[in-house]
């Protein structure tokens, strides 16, 4: 994972690692990725699905009365679980629109036995309503752990070291997961080019990796009610027939190739560490030109980590000697979670 950060929040945990769909390759760089969201194209997913309990519930409920109870849900602080829309629908129709609220009721209730409605409702809570006045934003998805616990499980883990000398480390990557497939990537510094000179000079020279974490940790919620792995696994299962509706432009191609579908690879656990200690020597010979735009170009940080000097918990330090060698040292503080590394499940692995 390039950058390597303090996590801060729950927010910053979410969104820049468990909500992003990894592109293939064994580089995973979140500030260059295209942005593919788990949860929007989980979302996209599910529009293009129907079962027989979603037909019965908009022949049942008029299409004003289901978009209004919708932003009832989305204006609630918090998300109801699947068990309690039948009576959540039946006690606010009651109110509003009692002409419809035990059939509702029995349509909720009757879906929530079909797997595709069931994801479906249980999407229905956190997808916000643009026409509604003022405008409902999607709420923020969530996993079932939070930064909280994400902190208190670091605490415990165990320490870890280990050394890197490139000239004797095979390069064969043949045999990842993505096959040797890589995507883009910085160069020697964060926002730099792989093709820039001083990245070519400091990758055709020999280096040393000396690292060192005093806890490690995988760390690996799931997502929240929002994801149903049944409906998931159930759209992969039906290449071009039901439950997938014709004509939707989100296609079992469009989702699942295992090259570009939106939806083929997923983060499921994160490698997370504190207390690190990295000191890169390189012999690769800088000039006086090149070692000034290093020290120009270095405040978002240096290869491998790319983590820059943050007040939020982690520092990089690097000295050139007489002869244009760079040593970098990067360090971050006792509890504070850095992410370093993500394992990554295809769609047929992680749909079951």
Known sequence: MQPCNPVLD??????????????????????????SQFFDNYKALNSALQSAGEKTYETKVPEAIRNEFTDFILNRPTVPSLSQLPALFRNWAFLKHPSVANTGASAYAAGILDPITAAQLRLMPYVGDPAAEPPIPDRQPDWDETFTQLKAQLAKGVARSFSYKQSTASTNVSQSWSHGSSSVFFGLWGGSSSSFKQSITFAQS???????????????????????????????????????????????????????????????????????????????????????????????????????????????????????????????????????????????????
Request: no cysteine; aromatic share 12%.
């Open 206 to 352: 020999d280096l040393s990796v000396d690292v060192s974490f005093k806890h490690v940790i995988s760390f690996s919620p799931v997502p929240g009610p929002w994801f149903s792995s049944a409906a998931l696994g159930i759209a992969l299962k039906n290449k071009n027939k039901a439950p997938w509706l014709p004509g939707s432009i989100v296609t079992w191609d469009t989702a699942f190739n295992p090259d570009s579908g939106s939806l083929a690879r997923f983060i499921v656990n994160l490698v997370v560490v504190d207390s690190m200690q990295v000191t890169v020597r390189s012999q690769a010979t800088f000039t006086h030109d090149d070692i000034t735009v290093i020290n120009t170009n270095s405040g978002g940080g240096l290869w491998p980590f790319y983590t820059g000097n943050s007040s939020s918990g982690a520092a990089s330090h690097f000295t050139f000697d007489d002869k244009g060698r760079m040593t970098l040292t990067i360090t971050s503080l006792p509890g504070v979670p850095i992410v370093v590394g993500a394992n990554v499940l295809r769609v047929e692995e992680y749909a079951t």
């Open 10 to 35: 729950n927010n910053n945990l979410w969104n820049h690692y468990f909500n992003l769909i990894p592109p293939k390759s064994f580089v995973f760089n979140h500030v260059l990725s295209g942005g």
